[in-house]
């Protein structure tokens, strides 16, 4: 399978010579077209660093990523602008396209549709609960064309209910529109629940130190015991890589 995202030996550096801070290194991975891929790791492990590298939004400074299909980047905050209506916000990725205005309205209806908010494309942010927000700026992030959804604790500030919904929604737009997800999350459960794999990245610098295939049928529900059991693996091998992080520092 053809790969939407392959990452070769990248290496992320900050500060100044003498005194810099690897955030990632020679760090590798693949993601295949349309494949659902979760991320987690401690604070710092260097996760949304990754994501703005693949966005484009930063430059490594080693290695090289390949990146098939328009990539969109998708954050905690939703990110709107606040003086647009739903509607508006969305049209606004259409307009940045050049899509004539003749079709940009039936686009935005059916964007919203795919989003289930039909009839609340009138309402401003403030006038939307932040589970509507996030599905706003999803609908946004899928009118820009996006092959790749690069997803950044985008459920993280929610309530577990929304949360929940959100989960199925965003396996639903996944599952019909074919997109490639690649996702960060701090929550291991979240991550079992939604993914296809789940990688575990080390502490600072960041790299893959554990690869794990997530062989549970969908739909699945997260508080199911397979996304438990399988759950806590990937805690305990989150658990040993702080304690190996922490003795490294303590030895230093």
């Known amino acids: ?39 987690v790791g401690a604070s710092g492990c260097g996760k949304t660093t990754l994501l703005n590298l693949v966005a484009g939004l930063d430059e490594a400074g080693a290695g090289h990523i390949e990146v098939t299909g328009k990539p969109a980047l998708l954050f905690q905050d939703a990110a709107l602008l606040p003086w647009l209506t739903a509607e508006k916000n969305v049209e606004l990725a259409l307009r940045l396209r050049k899509v004539p205005r003749a079709r940009r309205a039936r686009q935005v209806a059916d964007l919203l549709h795919t989003v289930r908010l039909d009839g609340f494309g009138d309402r401003r942010p403030h006038e939307l609960s932040g589970g509507m927000r996030q599905r706003v700026a999803l609908a946004r992030a899928l009118a820009q064309e996006t092959q790749v959804l690069l997803m950044d604790e985008p459920f993280g500030a929610l309530d577990a209910i929304t949360r929940d919904l959100l989960h199925d929604e965003i396996e639903r737009v996944w599952t019909e529109s074919g997109v490639t997800v690649l996702f960060v999350t701090h929550n291991v459960r979240e991550a079992v629940r939604l993914g296809d794999r789940v990688l575990v990245l080390s502490s600072r610098p960041g790299r893959v ?25 990937v805690t305990e091998r989150l658990r040993k ?10 030895a230093a």
Not at 209 to 233: C, M, Q
Not at 241 to 250: G, I, L, M, Q, Y
């Open 1 to 39: 399978m053809t790969a939407a995202v392959a990452i070769s030996g990248v290496s992320r550096v900050y500060g100044p010579a003498g005194a810099h801070t690897f955030a990632l290194d020679r760090i590798s991975l693949e993601v295949d077209k349309g494949e659902f891929v979760c991320l």
């Open 209 to 233: 130190v554990a690869e794990l295939p997530i062989d549970i049928a969908r739909p699945r529900r997260i508080e199911s015991p397979e996304v438990a059991s399988l759950a806590a693996e």
């Open 241 to 250: 890589e702080v304690r190996r992080h922490a003795d490294d520092d303590e």
